[in-house]
């Protein structure tokens, strides 16, 4: 594995840690700036809408630049937005930081995982792509714990300055080590059009696993950016038991993004199913143990496991099924992934505003599983459906074909 991979997933490890950190600092940015807990929630919401809109653009944007000049560029502006988000009096300015912080962080995203996988052979992609989204989870490990501990200390300000100063050796390490090829394209191979690449990601193999991950993804990030409020107020652990939850699930999401790592590449289906199975049952028995610590630690990182290695698997599988997209896809499986990260924490503020608790947006990522399920069986069913048609078609023309042509006599032939 090329050492640039590792550095990759060492500036993800940066911006995975303004991520996922403010579900520990929830409930010290609304008290510091005057707005509700659902309010504070729709920052990571934002964060995941810049992400969205700004995989694709950012990747076209940067399609025809050197890879390094366009990941240096992202992380510099990364850093800029959380020097200002640190230094901000105001929750609309935080807001807009988030949105910007995540353009740039989309844009990293895009160009990181197409460009660690054109540094591999085939049969490490899955590899490579789970060494950059591994340090999300190992940002999920260190950084968001450490996070929690910062804004437990000095206040949730001190975590983003945490942020600004981890990502300066990542751009150092990536201005050093990462080639300057145009795009995620190797440097001599002939570029692909934009609407050849649009046309393999929106075709019907891939609009089912795009929608897919970002079921999954939005499951994830319902129940995670509401975990804080679930541990204080409704399991009864105290503060400091957060980052130690935190660190659990990081540990889980660690485990299963190397796992998935391994066999993705040779069994994306049954990793991919198995995953979204356990990870439904996972989060429903979630939302049922949240009242006992014992159970709820126990899950968390089984929980963090069953997420992260579904979906690595997942981005694995979209890779796996758009050669033809070396660019874009990267880019579009960080959209779904995102998608989902702004659709979860939105409908699990919308069960807490409506009073239904602070299991609720647990039970919501269970309910989002399910829909998950069921896209990926009708797909399934669809294909299989497909498949013997295109049999029966074969086996059809095969008989025409022994029979004669039409109007043809046994006999007639000279």
């Known amino acids: 594995m090329p050492f640039a991979v590792y550095v990759l997933g060492l500036a993800v490890f940066a911006q995975g840690t303004s991520e996922f950190m403010l579900s520990g600092l929830l409930s010290g940015i ?7 807990l659902s309010a504070a929630g729709l920052l990571t919401s ?3 809408v810049g992400m969205v809109v700004g995989a694709p653009l950012m990747a076209l944007f940067s399609r025809a630049w050197p890879r390094r000049r366009a990941l240096l560029l992202f992380l510099a502006v990364f850093v800029a937005v959380h020097v200002v988000g640190a230094l901000t009096p105001g929750y609309g300015v935080l807001l807009a930081t988030r949105f910007v912080g995540a353009l740039a962080n989309a844009g990293f995203w ?3 995982l197409s460009t660690a996988v054109a540094m591999v ?3 490490l992609k899955g590899r490579a792509a789970a060494v950059v989204v591994g340090g999300v989870t190992i940002a999920c490990v260190v950084g968001v714990p450490a996070g929690a501990v910062l804004g437990e200390s000095w206040g949730w300000r001190s975590a983003f300055w945490a942020v600004a100063i981890v990502s300066l050796p990542a751009f150092v ?3 050093r080590t990462v080639p300057g090829g145009r795009g995620g394209t190797d440097v001599d191979a002939d570029p692909v059009s934009v609407r050849d690449e649009l046309r393999v990601l929106t075709g019907p193999r891939l609009r089912p696993v795009l929608l897919t991950m970002a079921l999954v993804q939005g499951a994830t990030f319902c129940a995670f950016s509401y975990l804080e409020p679930l541990l204080t107020r409704e399991t009864g652990l105290g503060a400091g038991w957060v980052p130690v939850s935190l660190a659990l699930f990081g540990a889980g999401a660690f485990a299963g993004v190397t796992v998935a790592g391994r066999f993705a590449d040779a069994h994306p289906v049954a990793v991919v199913a198995t995953g979204m199975a356990a990870l439904t049952a996972g989060w429903s028995a979630l939302a049922s143990a949240a009242g006992s610590p014992v159970l709820t630690l126990a899950l968390i990182p089984l929980l963090g496991l069953l997420a992260f290695g579904t979906g690595t698997a997942l981005i694995t599988r979209v890779l796996g099924l758009a050669p033809g997209a070396p660019t874009l896809a990267g880019a579009f499986s960080t959209t779904a992934f995102n998608l989902g990260a702004t659709v979860g924490p939105w409908a699990g503020g919308l069960a807490l505003d409506a009073g239904f608790g602070y299991r609720a947006p647990v039970g919501v990522s269970a309910a989002l599983m399910v829909l998950a399920l069921l896209v990926a069986a009708t797909t399934a069913k ?3 459906s497909r498949a013997g048609e295109r049999r029966l078609s074969a ?4 008989a025409r074909g022994r029979r004669g042509s039409p109007g043809e006599r046994p006999g007639t032939r000279l």
């Open 30 to 36: 609304a008290a510091d700036l005057g707005v509700p």
């Open 46 to 48: 934002a964060f995941a």
């Open 110 to 112: 895009a160009v990181a």
């Open 121 to 123: 052979p085939d049969r």
């Open 173 to 175: 390490a990536v201005l």
């Open 382 to 384: 669809s294909r299989r």
């Open 395 to 398: 086996v059809n023309r095969c």
